[in-house]
Nanobody
C-alpha cells in the first residue's frame, strides 16, 4: 500500500512559478515511478510528467515540456514539480500518482497505468 500527499498548490499569476510536492510512503517506494496528472472540472485527467525515484529518467507531456521540471530526492521519497511560465490553461487540480518501476523511460501516460493516487492540490492562475 502506498500513500501519497500533494502540497504546494495555490494562487499564482500567469507567467509566474509554483512548486508542487508529493510525499510518498509505503511498500517498495524506492522502486516506483511517480507521476503527475491534472484535471479540470468536467474534463478527463490529463498526464503531465513522470519520474523514476532515482531521478535518472523523466518524461513530459508536450504541453508542459520546457516549462515544468520534475525532480526527486531533496527530502527522501518526495517528488517536486516545478512549474515555470505558468499559463491560465495550467489551472487545474494536480494529482500525484505511483506505480512500480519496471525500468526504461517512464513513459506512462494513462490514468490506468498508476495504482496509487493522492487527493490532489488545486492550482489557480490569475491573468
Amino acid at each position: 500500500q502506498v500513500q501519497l500527499v500533494e502540497s504546494g498548490g495555490g494562487l499564482v499569476q500567469a507567467g509566474g512559478s509554483l512548486r508542487l510536492s508529493c510525499a510518498a510512503s509505503g511498500r517498495a517506494i524506492s522502486e516506483s515511478v511517480m507521476g503527475w496528472f491534472r484535471q479540470a472540472p468536467g474534463k478527463e485527467r490529463e498526464f503531465v510528467a513522470t519520474i523514476n525515484w532515482s531521478g535518472s529518467s523523466t518524461y513530459y507531456a508536450d504541453s508542459v515540456k520546457g516549462r515544468f521540471t520534475l525532480s526527486s530526492g531533496a527530502i527522501k521519497h518526495t517528488a517536486y514539480l516545478l512549474m515555470n511560465s505558468i499559463k491560465p490553461t495550467d489551472a487545474d487540480v494536480y494529482y500525484c500518482a505511483q506505480r512500480p518501476d519496471i525500468g526504461g523511460v517512464p513513459q506512462y501516460v494513462r490514468v490506468s497505468d498508476f495504482s496509487s493516487w493522492g487527493p490532489g492540490t488545486q492550482v489557480t492562475v490569475s491573468s
